[in-house]
């Protein structure tokens, strides 16, 4: 079986259901989704889930802790990772739980496709499911454009690893693919502990969390993968980040230069940003009207009137807001 899956908690609601209502208007109401908890915050996730019969939370603790623990033992075996995290104030480990959407290796779909939270559907997705008829791994991005969000690129082990034809080629965002149930074993996995261990766990990326980890378990465990920006024509070709301004909008749907998008991937943007808009602070950020349309496809009655003036999402604070941001007596 086929499906669609995400990984969320309560923090990501209003984006959750933007997503969801995406899929289901794009695909039907009969898409089977998975969503993959990012923690236990997931509450009013779950009572959501639980209106939307073609949805699942999934439970499987034994797949979860298997994750966690594989999570884990890969940023263990980095060199600096741990003093690099705490300079910044963070937990023992960064971003604890964007892993769990490696779960999906054990799931209920036979082949899947993943969304994070943070996207939207635009167009159908049967041709990404077609190439993985030929492929075990397909993505649709441009993140081989900038490597310094998966891999250090001043360690000198990474061309000792990777071929400058895969570094070029390869590389993927982990917020958009399709892959198939169980391609990460547990032999496959203490293969690749054991390289990491071994000393190859210092090309990772340390701030990303789960990307640099997926990016080299793809490469490394030798999966076959495809990038459609790679593969298709040019006057096929799409965009997908909401940092393109070009797009056109008809009828709730995103087109790039007349192809229609596949998804819009809102990257970039503080989950925090969603709920304040959603709660009725007038913030403007790119294709802002979309995610509302999404958000309240099924309830209009619920969708924000903005009152107060607008400001842009990225405007610079006010010397009164800094001044209190510095006493602690504003966040």
């Known amino acids: 079986m086929d499906g669609i899956c995400t990984l969320a908690n309560d923090r990501v609601y209003d984006q959750l259901i933007a997503l969801l209502n ?5 695909l ?4 089977p989704v998975c969503v993959y908890p990012y923690n236990d915050n997931t509450d009013k996730i779950a009572a959501e889930i639980a209106k939307r019969p073609n949805v699942q939370l999934y439970d499987d603790q034994d797949s979860i802790q298997r994750w966690d623990q594989f999570f884990r033992d890969v940023w263990d075996a980095h060199p600096t990772a741990q003093e690099k995290w705490r300079e910044i104030g963070s937990h023992k480990y960064h971003r604890f739980g964007t892993h769990r959407r490696f779960c999906a290796f054990d799931g209920p779909f ?4 993943y969304m994070d939270a943070d996207t939207l ?3 159908p997705v049967a041709p990404i499911f077609h190439q993985l008829n030929d492929y075990d791994w397909v993505v649709y991005d441009f993140q081989y454009k900038d490597l310094t969000h998966v891999y250090d690129v001043s360690s000198p082990k990474l ?18 693919y399709a892959a198939k149930k169980g391609l990460f074993q547990q032999e496959k996995r203490d293969f690749l502990l054991t390289k990491l261990r071994e000393g190859e766990a210092e090309v990772l990326y340390t701030m990303s969390a789960d990307q640099p980890i997926l990016n080299y378990m793809v490469i490394r465990g030798d999966i076959k993968s495809c990038n ?8 096929e070709m799409t965009g997908c980040c909401v940092s393109s301004s070009h ?31 959603c709660a009725g602070d007038n913030i403007e950020f790119p294709y802002r009207e979309l995610f509302l349309h999404y958000r309240y496809l099924h309830e209009q009655e619920l969708r924000p009137h903005f009152k107060s003036k607008s400001k842009a999402y990225n405007a610079p604070q006010s010397l009164a807001s800094r001044i209190l941001k ?6």
Request: aromatic letters at 12%.
């Open 110 to 113: 036979d082949r899947f496709l």
């Open 228 to 235: 459609l920006a790679l593969q298709l024509p040019a006057n």
């Open 22 to 26: 995406s899929i289901e208007a794009i």
């Open 159 to 176: 061309l000792e690893l990777f071929t400058p034809e895969q570094i070029k080629s390869k590389i993927f965002c982990s917020g958009f």
């Open 247 to 277: 797009f056109e909008e008809i009828e709730h749907i995103l087109y790039d230069r007349g192809n229609r998008l596949t998804y819009i991937h809102y990257i970039g943007l503080a989950s925090d940003l969603f709920s304040q808009v």
């Open 121 to 123: 559907l635009q167009g």
């Open 326 to 331: 510095k006493l602690g007596l504003a966040s």
């Open 28 to 31: 039907g109401s009969e898409t």
